[in-house]
């Protein structure tokens, strides 16, 4: 079966770091787009960040970021573990969402997992 | 940026009713929009893509269409599981971006 399970979430501080994990069952990260998004409590939806998978001209794939998180937050990937991972730092409130992890074309999302920052 | 305006953000609707969900782009996205309903607690789930194409499993009673800038979501009677909230992305141009959304209540 194809999922996503996210986990890492937690109550962190302004300032602070948390590193968030998407492990995939049923596919292979490294061969898809793997995308993170957001979604403040009550709020709608938001990309955040995006991995390309493995191809001709990347061996590594892309990382794309939106501005809001842009030097603050790092997609990565462990193709042995079959998992995606987003690094956050200097984290503020406005961050305070639940996380979800999607796959290539968005047709297969995680639970989510719930990221709050307050002091 | 590429801005997606949805309307309306609320629709009160009764179970049977035809409804239909506007998203409006900025500049012109081809068919680059997907559609996705969510509900309370859960994570969103696919609908269509490419502006008009039925994700599988989902009911034939959705419907999506148009192209440019202008796209709608149809749903031509409504089910008690289809009250949710819907919402557009565009996958023209980073940043990827959503409309603001639609709730759909009884």
């Known amino acids: 079966e194809v999922q996503l399970l996210e986990s890492g979430g937690d109550l962190v501080q302004p300032g602070g770091s948390l590193r968030l994990s998407c492990v995939a069952s049923g596919f292979t990260v490294s061969s898809n787009t793997m995308t993170w998004f957001r979604q403040a409590p009550g709020k709608g939806l938001e990309w955040v960040s995006d991995m390309t998978g493995i191809s001709i001209t990347s061996r590594t794939g892309t990382a794309y970021y939106a501005d809001s998180v842009k030097g603050r937050f790092t997609i990565s990937r462990d193709n042995s573990k079959n998992t995606v991972y987003l690094q956050m730092s200097s984290l503020s409130v406005e961050d305070t969402a639940k996380y979800y992890c999607?796959?290539?074309?968005?047709?297969?999302w995680g639970q989510g997992t719930m990221v709050i920052v307050s002091s | 940026d590429i801005q997606l305006t949805q309307s309306p953000s609320f629709l009160s609707a009764s179970v049977g009713d035809r409804v239909t969900i506007t998203c409006r782009a900025s500049q012109d996205i081809s068919t680059y929009l997907v559609w996705y309903h969510q509900k309370p607690g859960e994570a969103p789930k696919l609908l269509i893509s490419a502006a008009s194409t039925l994700q599988s499993g989902v009911p034939s009673r959705f419907s999506g269409s148009g192209s440019g800038t202008e796209f709608t979501l149809t749903v031509s009677s409504l089910q008690p599981e289809d009250f949710a909230a819907y919402y557009c992305?565009?996958?023209?141009?980073?940043?990827?971006?959503f409309g603001g959304g639609t709730k759909v209540e009884i």
């Open positions: 999607a796959k290539g074309s968005f047709d297969i």
């Open positions: 992305q565009q996958l023209k141009l980073y940043p990827l971006t």
